[in-house]
């Protein structure tokens, strides 16, 4: 018997082919100058993404992770300082807040679209609340225009979580406002499946327009450090790699035409469903009013998920669920006295949630076989 041609969820090698000429490129240029850190290749990256997302500056560092901790740490928080986020969300969206001090305090999310609602948001406003950290989940930009104005007038700060949303962007007040330059500052994570990804680990923070800021950051990536060896305060050790920034710089160049064919992918996707009468038993994900969804992940919620993740992996299939277990029911987070049922959305979808195969280069035809699938499984093949 004939082996089953599996699907990945996602494909790197197939990416990579397209652009392997001007990446070999880019890291020869930084081998021949035996600069590795940060440096001149580091700092073009940033100038370049500044531009990208109409921001003053951005600041590369080591990880998506360490985007977080760097725009947590400027907020100087104290026991019993809060930070509003979602429960339904990478851990390190949470593990910041916590790691510098502060208590996450989470509001539950939409049913449709996965991201946080803006009126649960407004609702956990205490006097204690020192920022809340929004996550554009899977994509696609939070309506970041409902809170703004609200969270600025109390003082308190605004971070966006971009880690899967760079390219997403939103009209707010008549212009298009990208992932990253509506709060105060945007945490980026460059992981090599993210919509713009490295080979490696990498992260950036970017910061609408406060100079101090931005240079309080850059400090802070390299041990507190203002010059070499002179202190202003306790850092971190997250610089971003040359060679990383480098890669970076090639593939920024192709990011809005790859984003441009994951919308292609995710609309394939809506007409398959609809033809093969899938609606009541898929939900797919919703896109919001106003904005532009880049479709990091292409996420349904489904009947039945477990048993029909098991019966698309035995078909070469591969799934993923994002996410098996809402953060405030985590066990590291038990202190912060949340129970199940608090947060019934995110634990709905904890459990009917699955991201489908999605990326720029998934064939047509391949898209054709996994709703096939699905169908199967729903009609009981």
Known sequence: MAEIAKIPSFDLTRNYVRVKEEVNVAVRRVLDTQHFILGPEVEALERELASYLEVKNTIGCASGTDSLILAMMTLNLEPGDEVITTPFTFFATASCITRNGGTPVFADVDPFTYNIKSEEVLSKLTPRTRAVLPVHLFGQMCPLEEIKDELKSRGVVLIEDCAQSIGAHRMIE????????????????????????????????????????????????VHGAGDTYFHEEVGINSRLDALQAAILRVRLRHLEGWNEER????????????????????????????GLHVFHQYVVRAKRRDELQKFLAARGVTTRVYYPLPLHLQHCFSYLGYKKGDFPVAEMLADEVLALPMFPELLPEEQQRVVSEIADFYRGA
């Open 263 to 290: 919308r292609i992918v995710a609309e394939r996707y809506a007409e398959l469903f609809a033809e093969n009468d899938l609606l009541e038993s898929v939900t797919l994900p919703a896109e919001e009013e106003g």
């Open 174 to 221: 008549g212009r298009v406002a990208r992932s990253g330059s509506v709060g105060d500052m945007g945490c980026f994570s460059f992981f090599p499946t993210k919509n713009l990804g490295c080979y490696g680990d990498g992260g950036l923070v970017s910061v609408a327009c406060d100079e101090d800021l931005a240079s309080r950051i850059k400090r802070l990536r």
